[in-house]
Nanobody, 126 residues
Framework: VQLQASGGGSVQAGGSLRLSCAAP????????LGWFRQSPGKEREFVAA????????FYAESVKGRFTISRAKNKNSVHLQMNTLTPEDTAVYYC????????????????????WGQGTLVTVSS
């Protein structure tokens, strides 16, 4: 089962976007969920994650204080609120599920995630 990201678009620097990811609870309620992004010519990088309980959130340094990840109470979706966007945030954003059930750690590496969706493009103009 793949996750489905949506909500991307074009915005000017300083603007905001909210990304959503459909993650059916019957498949993903017991898994940490994360957001990653990939810019042209660069490797896919970690952006943010929320643990399977929905009580712990983790961020890349580059987005701390600007992005907020949240998990719906019914655990059917995860969102990424992105504020104060800069051109460096331009990328295709992907959501994914951690491969380990009930993972409660604080380390989130790209290789630990699976069920990647198609991604949604975010373009920030200066």
């Amino acid at each position: 089962v793949q996750l489905q990201a949506s909500g991307g678009g074009s915005v000017q620097a300083g603007g905001s976007l909210r990304l959503s990811c459909a993650a059916p609870a019957r498949f993903f309620s017991n898994y940490a969920l994360g957001w990653f992004r990939q810019s042209p010519g660069k490797e896919r990088e970690f952006v943010a994650a929320v643990n399977w309980r929905g009580t712990g959130t983790f961020y890349a340094e580059s987005v701390k204080g600007r992005f907020t990840i949240s998990r719906a109470k019914n655990k059917n979706s995860v969102h990424l609120q992105m504020n104060t966007l800069t051109p460096e945030d331009t990328a295709v954003y992907y959501c994914a599920a951690h491969s380990r059930r009930y993972y409660d750690g604080s380390d989130y590496d790209r290789g630990d995630f699976s069920s990647w969706g198609q991604g949604t493009l975010v373009t920030v103009s200066s």
